[in-house]
Every structure is written in structure tokens, then in C-alpha cells.
């Protein structure tokens, strides 16, 4: 190939947790509204979101607009290490910061006028104390920034959701109320999949005072439909220079393969572009290829286990499959019984008519087990995925064929 494009599909699509790509971000501008809101106000922050619906890119791309500075601790290493302090310690000898602070004393003397005439210096290094991991991490933010308002994230809330780590980090928080603490100028962001932390400290023995130093932000979900076609767009024909057969197929079966979850768009899209690198063209037959592709090498364990939990032999009616398939075609994050059931018999008229359905049962034993696909919801009314991915998986997997039987797409795990 004598030109080779100025962009790659991997420098477009890959989702890079560490640095947002300014030119492939989309704005989301009621998450960020209300972040910046909270950033002004008196208490500390909370982030919640299921995974991959990209809460860091929120946080990073808005901090870093307002140029205010942060650091982030990871709470999975916090895990691995047995404490908050410990992730902390270790985020500050990263960086390569001393937490020894110690002045120097400069002497002068006058030798002995038999000896000598003149000035004399020394210097000795007194350490006047070591600064425990919370406070030399504020500190540094301190100084970074110049004394101007600074945050210091807990990212990965999910993995610390024991209770010695949610206590210490209680007492982190409360701590920042404290004179020594509270001079450095320093906010906390905590970050992760749970929501209802605030409830969780309000229930909580000597940490209900921790919910009224918090406010909850507004959950971070899929993207909108516009803002999911407004990434496609920008990353296949603006970027990429890719032709594509119809923009508007293409949009909707990326927004419903991937359930709009950003971290998924960029994903699918990007094996749609390797995909289609050589020819530059996006049509219905790399679609395809792009289907299987992205189920093999990126969604292969989520396969698996809806594998297992599908009708072990053939049936006349494939009850449980066709539940499955029906699970595909939920649209919202919470549905009932009698949502799945109006589902299965619009879809499978011929199979349901006059029969009754025991969905109930179904949707308990795919909420059961080691690997269950769905859930109970809190309330316990409801259910929801286990995992969003399940249900882009449903969508990817399973086809409905003749006689209104459901089948299965065969894919390789290589």
C-alpha cells in the first residue's frame, strides 16, 4: 500500500484507561455538569457506574478541562496489599516523593584564633518527623498544585467492598475534617461499580456521620443514542476515512450490539476496523465477520456460561432458549416476569399460543448457580443483568430461525 492512513484503528478505538484521546471523547454533559457542581461544593464525591460505561474517562477528561490536579489511588491494589495506606505509600514512592520531611542547620563557628581564623560550616540533617501515607499523599498534592484545591481519587470502589477497607475508608474521610488534614486543600473522589454507599455508612455503627461528608453523583450509564452514533461516526468515516455502506445501519447495530456501554463501542469498533483495514470499506459481510470476531477473542467467557445455561437437547419448544433470546430484546436496565413473558410470546406466537409459560421458574434458575446471567434486584421485584455484557452477548449469539427455533452462532475460542 504506497499511503498509509494517517491514523490506525487501534489509535482511534482502543479505550485507554490511563489517558483519555481527546479526539475521540464524547462529552456527556449532564454527568459532567453535576461533577463540576460537586467540585465546588463543601463535600466529598462519589462516582458510580457499571463497569465499562466510562466513569474514568468522565472524571479524568473533566478534572483535567479545569486543570485541577489529581492523583489517583487504586483501591484493587489497596486489596491486594491489606490497606488503603498501603496503596497510598506505595503511590508516593512511585512518584518518587520523600515522606521524610528535615531541615538543614547551618552552623558557623569561629575556629580557635591559635588554630585558625575565618568562617566554618557544616551542615546536619535533623529529621523532624515522617509523614504517615494519607497525609504525605495530601501534601503532595498540596505542593503540586500550589495550595489551589486538589483531588485525590479512590478509584475501583468494587474491590475495597469489605468491611475493614470501607471502615478505613471512613476514617480517611472523616479525617479530612481535621485541622492537620484539611489544610492541604484536598477533596476525595471515590470511584466504582456500587452504588449506595452512602446508605451503606448510614447503616453502618460510628460511620453514619460518614454519608453527610458525601454526595452521590447520578450514575453513569450507557451513552445516549446520539452520543453513541456522534463515536461511531467520528471514529470510522472523520478519523479513519473508512466508506461505509449505510451510516445508519451501521450506527444501529453498533448501539444495539454493544448495548451503548462505551468501553464496548470502542471494543466492537475496533475489531470492525481491523476487520475492514484492507479494503477501508464497512458493509454487512465484515459486519458479520466482525460479529464472530469480537465474540471469540473479547466475549468468549461470556459465551460460555450462557452456553451452559442453554436447553441441554433439542425441545419442540426450546422454552429456556427462547427466554434467552427474549432477554435479548430487554431494553431496560430492570425487567419482571411478565416483561420477558410478553416478550416470548410476541416473538414464538405459534409455540405459546394457549400454553402456559413458567417464567418465573426460568428466570430463577438463570439467576441461580456459580454463574448465574441475571439477578435479583435489590428490592427483589425485578431483575437485571448479572453482567451488561450478557446481554450484548444474547444479542450477538443467538438468532431466531425457522419454526421459531432459537440457534446458537457457533464461534471458536482461538
Not at 146 to 152: D, E, G, H, W, Y
Not at 252 to 277: G, K, M, N
Amino acid at each position: 500500500m504506497l499511503f498509509r492512513k494517517q491514523m490506525a484503528p487501534e489509535q482511534v478505538f482502543t479505550p485507554r484507561s490511563a489517558e483519555v484521546n481527546p479526539e475521540m471523547y464524547i462529552s456527556r454533559k449532564q454527568l459532567e455538569s453535576a461533577l463540576k457542581r460537586a467540585l465546588r461544593g463543601n463535600l466529598h464525591m462519589i462516582i458510580h457506574g457499571q463497569s465499562g460505561t466510562g466513569k474514568s474517562w468522565l472524571y479524568k477528561k473533566t478534572l483535567k478541562d479545569l486543570k485541577v490536579p489529581f492523583m489517583v489511588a487504586n483501591l484493587a491494589n489497596a486489596s491486594r496489599l491489606g490497606s488503603i495506606c498501603a496503596e497510598l505509600k506505595n503511590l508516593v514512592d512511585r512518584e518518587g516523593r520523600s515522606i521524610k520531611v528535615s531541615f538543614e542547620e547551618q552552623k558557623s563557628a569561629e575556629a580557635n584564633a591559635v588554630v585558625a581564623k575565618g568562617g566554618l560550616s557544616h551542615t546536619d540533617m535533623y529529621e523532624i518527623g515522617q509523614m504517615e501515607p494519607f497525609e504525605a499523599c495530601l501534601a503532595f498534592l498540596c505542593k503540586q498544585s500550589n495550595n489551589k484545591p486538589s483531588i485525590l481519587v479512590f478509584d475501583n470502589l468494587e474491590a475495597a467492598f469489605t468491611e475493614p477497607l470501607l471502615k478505613e475508608l471512613a476514617d480517611l474521610i472523616i479525617l479530612c475534617d481535621d485541622e492537620r488534614y484539611s489544610r492541604f486543600n484536598v477533596k476525595i473522589l471515590v470511584v466504582g461499580v456500587p452504588g449506595g454507599v452512602k446508605e451503606y455508612f448510614y447503616k453502618t455503627p460510628h460511620h453514619n456521620t460518614v454519608a453527610n461528608r458525601l454526595v452521590e453523583l447520578p450514575e453513569v450509564t450507557r451513552l445516549e443514542k446520539p452520543e453513541c452514533n456522534d463515536l461511531v461516526k467520528r471514529g470510522f468515516i472523520e478519523k479513519l476515512h473508512y466508506k461505509v455502506f449505510s451510516e445508519t445501519e451501521l450506527m444501529e447495530h453498533v448501539a444495539w450490539i454493544t448495548d451503548r456501554v462505551p468501553q464496548s463501542v470502542h471494543e466492537y469498533c475496533l475489531e470492525l476496523a481491523f476487520t475492514s483495514e484492507e479494503s477501508q470499506i464497512v458493509n454487512s459481510d465484515y459486519i458479520s465477520i466482525a460479529d464472530q470476531d469480537w465474540l471469540s477473542k473479547s466475549q468468549y467467557y461470556s459465551y460460555s456460561v450462557i452456553e451452559s445455561h442453554m436447553n441441554e437437547r433439542e425441545t419442540k419448544a426450546g422454552r429456556r432458549n427462547q427466554t434467552l433470546f427474549a432477554l435479548s430484546l430487554c431494553t431496560g436496565e430492570q425487567f419482571k416476569a411478565g416483561d420477558i413473558e410478553e416478550i416470548i410470546r410476541k416473538e414464538f406466537p405459534t409455540s405459546t399460543g394457549g400454553t402456559v409459560l413458567n417464567v418465573p421458574q426460568m428466570l430463577s434458575q438463570l439467576a441461580a448457580g456459580e454463574k448465574p446471567i441475571i439477578k435479583r434486584s435489590p428490592k427483589g421485584d425485578a431483575f437485571t443483568f448479572a453482567d451488561p455484557r450478557y446481554k450484548m452477548v444474547l444479542r450477538t449469539m443467538l438468532k431466531k430461525g425457522e419454526a421459531e427455533i432459537v440457534e446458537k452462532v457457533p464461534v471458536s475460542n482461538n
